[in-house]
Nanobody, 123 residues
Framework: QVQLVESGGGLVQAGGSLRLSCTAS????????MGWFRQAPGKEREFVAY???????GHVESVKDRFTISRDNARNMVYLQMNSLKPEGTAVYYC?????????????????WGQGTQVTVSS
């Protein structure tokens, strides 16, 4: 069982930066693939980034040059550094965890989710 709590969301102007954090409780954190997803009003939840236990990342193409996912296995933490934010990045951002195997970009494979943190980017 894994419990996830996100933090770091807020209001930022276009072009600004935010760093989201996700704290995980439970055992064997390093054995989980961690993901960040986001959901804008009226839209489906979409993949943003994932990182394996060994630190190998993957990002959706639209954020590849602006967002960076990282993790600290010793602290049970995963981060999403978001730079050059755009208004279309306004959404609730969710941290998620899953075991290895299958597609890491699909929300369906993630078993554990945080409550989400709101990110609002003003133009």
């Amino acid at each position: 069982q894994v419990q996830l709590v996100e933090s770091g969301g807020g209001l930022v102007q276009a072009g600004g930066s935010l760093r989201l954090s996700c704290t995980a409780s439970g055992r064997s954190f390093s054995t989980y693939v961690m993901g960040w997803f986001r959901q804008a009003p009226g839209k489906e939840r979409e993949f943003v980034a994932y990182i394996t236990g060994g630190g190998n990342p993957g990002h959706v193409e639209s954020v590849k040059d602006r967002f960076t996912i990282s993790r600290d296995n010793a602290r049970n933490m995963v981060y999403l550094q978001m730079n050059s934010l755009k208004p279309e990045g306004t959404a609730v951002y969710y941290c998620a965890a899953r075991r290895y195997g299958g597609s890491y970009v699909s929300a369906l494979g993630y078993n554990y989710w945080g409550q989400g943190t709101q990110v609002t980017v003003s133009s």
